[in-house]
């Protein structure tokens, strides 16, 4: 009898030590998984601040051809899309590019002109590439183009820019653009006709290689 009472002590005590390994083993592997969540959380944490890839086409537009180009360009890449939209709008008359006293005739010859946009691009910090489109205007970029420019950061960012005309090329419009950025990675830019084609468009985009 006392035998049997010793067998069954002995079994008691190896099932009770046999629950605390197993306990501690579960513990381990609950801390152990814990930890790999927090890990992760921050690699998450890191990788936004980093920046999220994303892509903004940003566009200005007085007649609609450049809006178009910019709608074909987003839906290309999946970007979103913002537009530079003037607090006072343009009026057929400040477009009259035979008047000298027109509003965009005196914008454009005086260099220090910055036209007021209404409405932010509020998460900016999201973007690491901007495309930035615009019309034609005297052979340069409408100087509501310099507002925006300059009313963002864009250093560590890849900008590339894209036009719209009758017949005059880009030129040398994106590069006094270039100057308004600070340690912006700036692509070249490309002209396009009024009524540019989707196929036109998105042959341009595909071709820059982007994700």
Sequence with gaps: MKYLSLILSVLLLACVLCACTSGGR?????????ETAVQE??????????????????????????????????????????????????????LNYGDDNSRTTVEQNDDTARP????????????????????????????????????YDFNGKTIIPFCTSGSSPIGSSAENMQSLTTGASWLEGQRFSAGASSEEVSGWVNSLGLK
């Design 26 to 34: 579960e513990e381990a592997v609950q801390n152990t998984s814990e």
């Design 41 to 94: 959380t921050d690699l998450e944490d890191e990788t936004v601040s980093k920046g999220s890839g994303k892509i903004l086409v940003a566009y200005f537009s007085a007649s609609g051809n450049t809006k178009a180009v910019a709608e074909k360009t987003a839906e290309t890449v999946g970007a979103d899309i913002f537009e530079i939209v003037p607090s006072v709008p343009y009026t057929d008359s400040d």
């Design 116 to 151: 007021e946009i209404s409405g932010t691009v509020e998460n900016m910090e999201d973007y690491d590439t901007v495309f930035i489109g615009y019309p034609i205007w005297w052979g340069q970029a409408p100087k509501i183009m310099y507002t925006f420019l300059e009313s």
